[in-house]
């Protein structure tokens, strides 16, 4: 009896203690079933990729520090990745869902990430990283709140509410895929959707009756943060409410100038949080609209995103013409001059409580330069791809952060060139050798006719400068060095570049893409591996225990135990249960 309570008490002690750890930096869980299911969002049915039978998604809701565990279950008749957008991965590129880092889960399997979303705060997304599978759903927003002890630069908003808006085609993604594979153009979309809905019935000719479409519920007199996301294939949409100022106040993690915009343009993969005050009259509704950008208006007309914004004490529906967008169709200068508005608050507090701007960047000496080029569409042993300087990558069949856990030889080659290539482009598994703790230097020039975002894995870069033209080393004079905004995904204009500077301080490979999802499924993209040469858990997490195997180290890959795969989801708090109804039972027996 003396002995069972001994370790009754000492089981609970352990228990508590173990608790307390958990307390410091909790854990969220989220289940996730993909599958596919029928959905018909701009009136005709075809085939969406669900979670948990939701299109899109569900919202992650996690604060800073936290551990995110989320266990996948693939239910589609493909392989599958997740991929969490701008979340940075510390220390853990295992975790980041690309093919580069990562072998796909198998259809019918279940596969756990879990990973610590560390100094970050912001807004971000995530979505399905192979076969083109993001052309049909498979989407959410995620949401990393500040922790209660730092301040957020503004009130607390009434409301926090997600947006996704995105161009979609009702043909689904295999169809799609087959196009590109055949050499084609995808066309004009055949509409935008706003959260997985398709356009309110604003005009009768344009858009056909019995399409169901979102609505977002406010009270007057509130202010509500707006967190909006471009999920779409490849098309720039510009944001705007009626009636509304939208005020800008962070962006991908960083918490910007604060600035009024009547609307504003959100590139492909961006993500922005707009502060709203709902502070009309509610004689009606008011339109929320997405439009594309630069493109012939009267021939894309079809292809406009509408939402009502509805107040509590609305009177009535929304009637009458859309509210304009800016008038610079064929000009892009506009659009160049808000992207360079966009400010970082230097003097509010990030995920930590200091101000963001004491990382002078301005004063770091780059040590390493790259500039990367990427064209039209080029022709490659037959087949049509895209390049960047030069290079069309090809995704290994063993992921480079295996191949190199493993010592894998002839994987992947550390050659990417720092200049674009003079010769015939080619396809390669070619990749940028980063320097740990370095300080790289990134010219992203766009020679194609459209719009194209770039985004990175592992980090959040600083956009120092756009321009038109060619780079040169005396576009440098240009660059602000002082509050350019710190994110993730950048767009570059066409004819035109963009240059970004990146502390090369977070060990792993790290996937740098463009976001146009149709040039970054033909090849436009590339890896930065960054390795610390002291092997060390303080720089890198261990190899992950449910780590896949494929390629040249399928063999090691055994039959999935589901029984297992399904128990680890709640792994941790299962656990803690169990430890404390022994230590109950042993206490009190």
Not at 216 to 245: A, C, E, M, W
Not at 250 to 265: A, F, H, I, R, W
Not at 325 to 333: A, F, M, N, R, S
Request: with cysteine.
């Amino acid at each position: 009896m003396a002995l069972s309570k001994f370790l009754g008490l000492f089981l609970i002690h352990i228990a508590l203690l173990w608790s307390s750890c958990i307390a410091a930096d909790p854990f969220v869980f989220y289940d996730f079933e993909v599958s596919y299911i029928t959905a018909s969002p701009l009136g005709v049915p075809q085939q969406v990729i669900a979670i948990n039978n939701k299109f899109p998604g569900p919202t992650i809701n996690s604060t800073t520090n936290n551990n995110v565990v989320i266990n996948v279950r693939n239910k589609l008749d493909e392989s599958l990745l997740l991929h969490w957008s701008g979340i940075q991965q510390r220390r853990s590129s295992w975790q980041d869902g690309l093919p580069g880092t990562n072998c796909p889960i198998p259809p019918k399997w279940n596969w756990t990430y879990q990973f610590q979303v560390k100094d970050q705060i912001g807004s971000f997304f995530y979505f399905p990283s192979l076969h083109f599978q993001r052309a049909a759903g498979g989407f959410g927003g995620f949401i990393i709140n500040n922790r209660d002890i730092i301040p957020i630069p503004f009130g607390s908003p009434d409301g926090d509410i997600t947006i996704l808006i995105g161009d979609w085609y009702t043909r689904n993604h295999t169809a799609l895929r087959k196009a590109l594979d055949a050499g084609k153009d995808l066309g004009m979309p055949d509409g935008v959707l706003i959260n997985g809905k398709g356009p309110y019935r604003y005009n009768d000719t344009l858009v056909p009756d019995g399409i169901d479409y979102e609505t977002i519920d406010v009270h007057p007199g509130k202010t509500y943060r707006l967190r909006v996301h471009n999920v779409g294939i490849s098309t720039s949409l510009n944001f705007r409410i009626q009636s509304h100022n939208l005020l800008l106040a962070e962006t991908e993690g960083s918490y910007t100038v604060q600035q009024n915009y009547t609307s504003l343009d959100i590139h492909v993969g961006q993500s922005y949080s707009f502060l709203l005050t709902t502070d009309q009259n509610a004689s009606s509704d008011y339109y929320i609209v997405a439009s594309a950008r630069f493109v012939n208006e009267s021939q894309w007309k079809r292809v406009t995103g509408v939402a009502i914004l509805r107040y509590s004490n609305s009177k009535g529906k929304a009637a009458g013409p859309l509210p304009d967008p800016p008038q610079d169709e064929y000009d892009k200068t506009f659009s160049m001059n808000q992207a360079r508005s966009i400010r970082w608050n230097v003097s509010a507090s990030g995920a930590r409580p200091n101000p963001q701007g004491s990382f002078r960047y301005g004063s770091i000496n780059v040590t390493e330069i790259f500039v990367l080029k990427n064209k039209p569409p080029v022709t490659i042993d037959g087949k049509r791809r895209t390049t960047l300087s030069g290079i069309s990558f090809v995704n290994p069949a063993t992921p480079i952060r295996l191949a190199d856990q493993f010592k894998v030889k002839g994987v992947y080659k550390l050659d990417f060139p720092s200049r674009p290539l003079t010769g015939p482009p080619k396809m390669e598994t070619s990749v940028i050798n980063g320097t740990f703790r370095g300080f790289m230097e990134v010219i992203l020039q766009n020679n194609e006719t459209k719009v194209q975002t770039y985004h990175l894995s592992g980090y959040a870069f600083f956009v120092v400068g756009m321009d038109y033209g060619e780079w040169s080393e005396n576009s440098r004079g240009t660059y602000n060095k002082w509050d350019g905004i710190a994110r993730s995904t950048t767009q570059v204009y066409p004819g035109a570049w963009t240059a970004i500077l990146i502390s090369l301080d977070n060990v792993g490979v790290w996937n740098l893409r463009t976001e146009n999802l149709d040039s970054w499924y033909l090849g436009q993209e590339t890896y930065i591996r960054v390795v610390n040469p002291e092997v060390t858990n303080k720089t890198e997490l261990p190899m992950p225990d449910n780590v896949l195997y494929c390629g040249a180290l399928s063999k090691r890959q055994k039959p999935q135990d589901i029984s297992f795969a399904t128990s680890i989801t709640t792994s941790s708090s299962k656990l803690f249960l169990a430890v404390l109804m022994v230590a109950s039972a042993l206490l009190f027996h």
